[in-house]
C-alpha cells in the first residue's frame, strides 16, 4: 500500500510541475518574447512576470526578469525529470 501512496504522489508532483512550466510560459515569458502585435497579453488578467519565484530570484542573482524565468523553467523540467525516473 506504501508503494501505490508513493506513486500517486509522485503522478501528483508531476502534474503540478508540468502545470507550473506550462503557466511560468503562458504568464511570464510569453509577454516577453518576440511576436506579432503590440497587446501580447492574452488576456486582462495576465500581466507580464506575476511569477512569485522571478522576483526574488532576480534580487538575488541580479538577472533579468526573463532569464530568471528561464532559469525556473529549466530547473522545474529537471524537476518533473527526476520525479519521473524515481516513478
Same mark, same amino acid.
Given at each position: 500500500?506504501?508503494?501505490?501512496?508513493?506513486?500517486?504522489?509522485?503522478?501528483?508532483?508531476?502534474?503540478?510541475? &508540468?502545470?507550473?512550466?506550462?503557466?511560468l510560459?503562458?504568464?511570464?515569458?510569453?509577454?516577453?518574447l518576440? &511576436?506579432a &502585435?503590440?497587446?501580447? #497579453?492574452?488576456?486582462?488578467?495576465?500581466?507580464? @512576470?506575476?511569477?512569485?519565484?522571478?522576483?526574488?530570484?532576480?534580487?538575488?542573482?541580479? @538577472?533579468?526578469?526573463?532569464?530568471?524565468?528561464?532559469?525556473?523553467?529549466?530547473?522545474?523540467?529537471?524537476?518533473?525529470?527526476?520525479?519521473? #525516473?524515481? &516513478?
Amino acid at each position: 500500500m506504501a508503494g501505490f501512496g508513493a506513486e500517486v504522489l509522485i503522478e501528483v508532483g508531476q502534474l503540478v510541475l &508540468g502545470f507550473y512550466g506550462f503557466w511560468l510560459v503562458w504568464r511570464v515569458l510569453l509577454p516577453v518574447l518576440p &511576436g506579432a &502585435g503590440e497587446d501580447r #497579453r492574452l488576456s486582462p488578467f495576465a500581466m507580464p @512576470l506575476t511569477d512569485p519565484f522571478v522576483g526574488p530570484l532576480t534580487r538575488l542573482l541580479r @538577472l533579468p526578469p526573463w532569464v530568471a524565468a528561464l532559469l525556473l523553467l529549466v530547473v522545474d523540467a529537471a524537476a518533473s525529470v527526476a520525479l519521473g #525516473r524515481i &516513478g
